[in-house]
Nanobody, 128 residues
Framework: QVQLVESGGGLVQAGASLRLSCAASGRTISYYAMGWFRQAPGKEREFVAGISWRASNTYYLDSVKGRFSISRDNAKNTVALQMNGLKPEDTAIYYC?????????????????????WGQGTQVTVSS
């Protein structure tokens, strides 16, 4: 089992930056593809960013490309999402997710059902 705990959310003004962190425990995530999703009130959970377990590949929702950056530190069992230039439409609960894809490094996973483990989420609110 993998336990994921997100942190770093908050209330910020448009244009600000936030850095979300996801700390994993229970198992090493070295062989896990990791993803960030978000869910706004009344909307479906939406893929935001993903990273392969070797960090050789990253992929993003089109609307966050150039503003958000996903990274990982397998030695620390953590994944981060750097969010710059935040917009009110980025307001949502942000979730971290994991899926073991070993031995394949790059497996683009963008649907919630493709991930096995989830955190409890962290709220990001961007005011205009």
């Amino acid at each position: 089992q993998v336990q994921l705990v997100e942190s770093g959310g908050g209330l910020v003004q448009a244009g600000a930056s936030l850095r979300l962190s996801c700390a994993a425990s229970g198992r090493t995530i070295s062989y896990y593809a990791m993803g960030w999703f978000r869910q706004a009130p009344g909307k479906e959970r939406e893929f935001v960013a993903g990273i392969s377990w070797r960090a050789s590949n990253t992929y993003y929702l089109d609307s966050v490309k150039g503003r958000f950056s996903i990274s990982r530190d397998n030695a620390k069992n953590t994944v981060a999402l750097q969010m710059n230039g935040l917009k009110p439409e980025d307001t949502a609960i942000y979730y971290c997710a994991a899926k073991n894809t070993y031995p394949t490094d790059y497996v683009p996973l963008s649907r919630p059902g493709e991930y096995d483990y989830w955190g409890q989420g962290t709220q990001v609110t961007v005011s205009s």
